[in-house]
């Protein structure tokens, strides 16, 4: 599903924010990334949704090489990745069923599947009471789970979470990961970042560890 | 397994394609449309900002065209306006004068000649002139025969009528051709500078009409940039993400135009004094003519077509600079 | 001790304020100003649109407006514009006439006056007339005398005219008082309705200038909300905030008026063809006069007030609605 | 130094966020502030930045009554106060220089004394080598820590931070909280909202605990 062969990626400032990264996540896998603060996490994360092309090596998403893929084809493999981001990346002008909606919008979905979908969505991060509501009225872990519940309304086959509870407290935290568990169990693969390393030992799952670019550990 | 899954994902998805696929994309562009509309129509105040600037700027043209249209069709009714007057050579038999006459009131150029005979100029000056009957003392009449010759509405350019000034004086008949027409090359001279003043403004202003299209949008994009930003990440394409700031652009376009026409018509009420006065001067009966339907067309047209290419400018530029990074 | 700590630090934050209050309030002024003439330059293309369209807003009334003045001073040089002929009543006495002539001439609307006596209006008649000395045979002259005056230009407005006219018929000695200048008055109302029709350029054109820095600075405003709210958070006072942006209208404004001035010079340059056509049909050795350093000024100076009550307008409106949540 | 005397804050909506909260931090105090997600920690914080203002109830910072502050003494409050946000709040087209300079150049400070306590602040938060540099290229603990030199570069006597080891690695995490104690042991009050329940019961400090908007807990 997602397959990265010796990837590196330098920054126009001459930095290498990743060192010949190699490693396979198969359809159907979870797999938490960890490292410190700078590690190239993030990095990793924008080459699978093709947001950075890789400097050297290959990335293959879903069976599409990402650095040979067209401008005009990215659209379509995004569409088949739910990414939640650091700092939810809402809008601010729009209801939580309308950020919600806004991947089905662009698909051009008719009207009643979007409502359906989105009140599903948003029932399964807890938060269908709060759909008539502005993202600026939430506190910050209700939008957290607002852009989880973007994420995978569209029941993508891939789903990248970068720090998705890093603003969350403890139990949130874990209710949280227990729903990504629950959505790895019907085949989604999963790609999660995160610093929470207690936490993640304990959801026992397969972790890639960076450190200064260098994937330095795989495995549970 | 995990192959299998995503390729029934993958047909899936193109089979609703092809099935809805037109309906659809109509659907979406009416959607877009009025979404669009309803984004201006719900903040009036800056949509009024950029539409009556639109307006502004393309009323002026128009309105100039119109006041130089207005006036040409009253220059157009001016009686002896260009006047030429034959003085004829002495001692010409009264059928060649006579057949002289038709066939310059043959011509397509003229709209009428009268022959005044020398005897008959004679009668006149003895009645104006105060020298009576002692005129009479005289052996023969010095005055010539005289044509004065009217020139069609149609050619009474200068050009034209010093063309037909030149055919005139190489007849071996005329010894004079005289005409009085300074003051409509004035006119004329006048109205060119006019007609090319128009231009200049009209284009200056049709550009002006571009940029605060182009600007708008522009400025209206970078608002946005979160927004695009977001959709690009979650898979939107560029058509999707283009699309509502070419219709905003359209609308300001369509709107900008209406605009020009209501303040054409007002402007028209307030000048309609001034012309009213030009107008009775000339004694005609004329009464200004307004933009009409054809003309709030025109300007419906032109203000959709400057605010979508001024859109599209905007757009082309700058929506490509926002990239998720 | 939090107190006391507390307190220290205002009073030192108040001693130094007092102590260079004034010298760092011009240098901050100063700064920002150089500062959004930096930013302006930096995005050449962007500042570019909107400066353009306020030059072109500018450059049309101030345009038309140069047009017209110049068209008033060809018409004002026309000699013989507006020429009256006053035909005496027979048999007054030369001293008379003498004395009327002098005191016309003596007149300030007129500038000057020739007597043609019927006598001299006889040999001229002979000369031209073709009748030659077969008048000899009259008893006496039929023609009157006749004073031709030329009114001074300041006086030389219909209105004016006409009570002039007024004025010779009232005199016993005058006969007739003939004018031609029915042109004059066609032309005199024809520059009127250019005249309103360039103040009703000149509000719209006006009010777009207002709206076109208001909407542009509206806009730059949400573009920088985020930059805004953040300096809210850390303790910017509204003025601060607001300055940048005032300093920005001043700047568009003022390059706006420079554009307009460019534009103006180079339209000339263009429309100069046709208006060195109607000037020498005139035969006059006229030449048109641009702008000039006034010009500029004046330009400059409502290109600035315009701009600076357009970004006073939006900031007015804009930047209150702007506070962190 | 912060006083709450049954500070009540009702949104709009009706929900009340906080509940007739009392409690007073003392100048040169750190105190954390603990609760689940929309317990009401950032909506105290706000409260104490002016941001929002009571419902009912006084809350009294630096000896000024937030409620009755004028518009206009607002920005002369905040500059007391040093806020380093959840998401940053940075500015992404300035250097990180030029981010740090903003509360001074907002104060007028002299352009050579700006140069010297930006690079000193930076110094503090170990990024004295990035100032050049634009956020964008910064991981999110570096902008975080950009955040942090921004809040102390004036040397406020209050220091607000809301959740700022949110998206830091632990050993990061724990340097930062560090950073605090240092500017703390020169006399500056910090009230520091937090998740990391683990972290900040080892710091030792006096502890907050906000549950639905009440104080239900006070002390180490
Ligand atoms: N757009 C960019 N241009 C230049 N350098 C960049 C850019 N984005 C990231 N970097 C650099 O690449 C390195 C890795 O960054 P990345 O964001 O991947 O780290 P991370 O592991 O996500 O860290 P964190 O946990 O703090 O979010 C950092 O040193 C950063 O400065
Ligand atoms: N501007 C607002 N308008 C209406 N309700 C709001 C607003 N801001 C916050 N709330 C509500 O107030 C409650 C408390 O929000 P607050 O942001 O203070 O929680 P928090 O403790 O910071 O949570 P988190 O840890 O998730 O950031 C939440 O239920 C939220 O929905
Ligand atoms: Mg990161
Ligand atoms: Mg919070």
Known sequence: MIQFDNATKRYNEGYEALSQVSFHINPGEMVFLTGHSGAGKSTLLKLVACIEKPTRGQVIVNGVNIGRLWKRSIPYLRRKIGIIFQNHQLLNDRTVFDNVALPMIIQGVSHKEVGRRVRAALDKVGLLSKEKLYPITLSGGEQQRVGIARAIVNKPPIILADEPTGNLDPDLSKEIMELFQIFNQVGVSILIASHDIDLITKMNHRILTLEAG??????? | MAEVHSKKKNNQITHT????????????????????????????????????????????????????????????????????SLFLKKDISEEKVQKL????????EIENVSYISADMAMEEFKKHSGFGSSLDALDNNPLPDVLVIKPAIHSSSPEKI????????????VDIAQLDMEWIKRLYSIMDVVRDGIWIAAALLAVAVLLVVGNTIRLDIQNKKEEILINKLIGATDVFIRRPFLYTGFWYGIIGGAI???LITVSIFILSDSINNLSGLYGSSFTISGLGISGLFILLITGLGLGLSGSWIAVGRHLKQIEPS
């Not at chain 2, 309105?63 to 009253?74: C, D, R, S």
């Not at chain 2, 010093?162 to 004086?169: E, N, S």
Request: some cysteine; aromatic content about 10%; hydrophobic content about 50%.
């Open chain 1, 214 to 220: 260098k994937l330095i550990r795989d495995g549970k």
């Open chain 2, 17 to 84: 394609s092809i099935k809805g696929k037109t309906i659809s994309y109509f659907i979406r562009h009416i959607q877009v449309f009025l979404f669009t509309l309803g984004t201006i129509c719900r903040s009036p105040f800056a949509s009024l900002m950029t539409t009556a600037v639109i307006g502004i700027a393309l009323a002026l043209p128009a309105g100039l065209h119109l006041i130089l249209k207005n006036f040409e069709a009253v220059t157009a009714n001016w009686d002896g306006a260009a006047q030429i």
């Open chain 2, 101 to 108: 006459t038709t066939d310059i009131a043959a011509m397509d």
């Open chain 2, 162 to 173: 010093q063309r037909l000034m030149a055919k005139f004086r190489k007849n071996g008949m």
């Open chain 2, 260 to 262: 020009a026409f209501t």
